[in-house]
């Protein structure tokens, strides 16, 4: 570090006061953005704005007419700047060559120009941001207070609100859900991360993945890590996006703190399940698997489909629909699920998680009577809104509702109690009564989705065993104890219409074989599951629908997902399916090895458990551990 580089830093805080920490900040900020940044670089960024310590007649003047980018302005502050900071470095005895350099540099601070002065430029927007942080956000979430364009047409400046026909007439009318600075909302995370981290690396030291229930618990947690943490990451991006896009500083600054909270969900999800990846199959390739393996295609057209929509659609989709109506259909089981089976790590991060997911569910309820109350002629397209994207939450929850019933060896409820309690009593008991206030009723095929409860379970369950050849954990013939118990939960269907199938499969494993389908399944246009659902009420007859969209036939799981497809047909012709893509050779060959280690599935991850890495190992550390 060069004596005038820390005498100019003394100069800057002992003449420009409080303002020498946005100056300070800046080199900061340059060090980070260039770690080799020269010495004139340096020099020039923690003294560019120094006029201003020195007012004088000749001082620039600000025009407030002409807003805070008036070139004249600037390029006035800039030479002023350049000659002050000039004639300071000569008094301390710089080679001329470095004055001139960095004279060059302030003079170009506020436009950039070439590579130096663009990383000069770019620090010193970093810290302007960073050191009033605190005044953009109370700007942002005061009503009123926000900034206008005037030389930019606002269309412009936010292109994407006004397409989907949502009409907005007071952006100020929206209320903050979360009603933080960044700096406090850093501050909350930050003590909460402190706690889940010191139980994550307890957990870890003492061996806690041995305390588990039993290695087939595992299996719950490589699906939420292969298929729910995606999205998180997926919906930070997409919050993100809004948090630039929407027009009211409201929903900016809310979209902004949902998209760091679903980036901290990704991270603390990863470092909290990743700690299993040392000892089990199947959690580590998750990425690759979201993008490419066939199941989790399910909830990768959810929301690939979500972030295709617009703006006010992606919040119905995302913030009401799954968030709010669904949320705990998701979490709750999980969390509880990890908690009665011994996983004292994941049962931390659901209770760190869930403070957030309940700020989550209050801004979809926010944005949804945000929208209804500016405008009548929202009504409609908010109902068919509604109408499609519970039931495309619903058909990725047939996952969880497996997950529910068949993977946590010690099960906590059943996806039917967890339906009735979540759904029926709290969201079609409690929430829609109040909405019919708007004009709002519940969605379509919500009585399907009732049909279904006694065996959705079962019948998306039985899939995944079995396919579990192309899966990334492994699935198994539910003990005797267990079957006991579904027998409970589900008299109705259970013992008449699924345990048969399970005797069966536990036959043919005592019979030395294992059942497998290894014929490529048909899949559903929308949700892409198998169709292999059966019709509302009648579990005896299968469910199959067709729509034909110019000259094509398009097939489709149910009378759900054919309304949602003949509602946008254009959009839902170009879906990914992974067994057409197969079929195409766009998965890595012709046959299914091949397919499988393209969707980054290694020997191992799934499979029958019985047999497997994961239930030999088990078995031979409690035997070792027993000895």
Known sequence: MSILLIEARNWVSEHYGKHARHLLVAETWLTRI??????????????HDMERAFPEPDSPKVDPSKGPADPIYNQAHSERSARIVSSYLRTRQAPEQLVNEVAELIRAHEIGGWSEANRVQAADSLSFLEVNVDYFIERMTTPGSDWTPTYVDPKEVYPYTRYEGIKIHDWDAWEDPFRLTVDSYCKYQAEKDKKLYAVIES???????????????LNSLKLFIQGVTPLEYAAHRHFGFLARHLDGPGPRFAALCQSMDELRHTQTEVHTLGQYNKYYDGLHNWPQMFDRLWYLSVPRSFIDDA????????????SFAFEYLLTNLLFVPFMSGASFNGDLATMTFGFSAQSDESRHMTLGLGSLKFMLEQDEDNVPIIQGW??????????????????????LP?????????????????MLGGLFPDLEFYGIRPPLHVEAAMAEK??????????LYQYCFGTAFTATVP??????????????????HYRPLWDKAKGIQQDGGRFFNLALPQLCQVCQIPVAFTEPGDPTRLSHRSSVHEGERYNLCSDGCQWIFEREPEKYRQAWLPVHQIYQGNCGGAA???????????????????????QVNWDRWHATKGG
């Open 454 to 463: 006694d065996v959705l379970s079962h019948q998306f369950y039985w899939l």
């Open 34 to 47: 260039d770690p080799a940044a020269t010495e004139a670089m340096l020099i020039a960024t923690v003294t």
């Open 410 to 426: 010690q099960p906590v409820m059943s996806w039917k109690e967890g339906f009735e309690l979540y759904f029926e009593d709290q």
């Open 386 to 407: 509604l109408d499609k994207w519970f039931w495309r939450a619903y058909r990725v929850l047939g996952l969880v509702a497996s997950m529910m019933d068949y993977m």
């Open 307 to 318: 972030m295709t929509a617009g703006p006010f659609e992606f919040l119905t989709s995302v």
């Open 479 to 496: 003990d005797e104890a267990h079957l006991d118990w579904l027998s409970e939960q589900y008299p109705d269907t259970f013992d008449r």
């Open 203 to 217: 957990f870890a030291q003492g061996q806690g993945h041995l305390s588990l229930t039993d290695a087939r618990y």
């Open 592 to 614: 299914l090895p091949d397919v499988i280690a393209w969707s980054g599935v290694r020997p191992g991850d799934g499979g029958e458990y019985l047999g497997s890495p994961d």
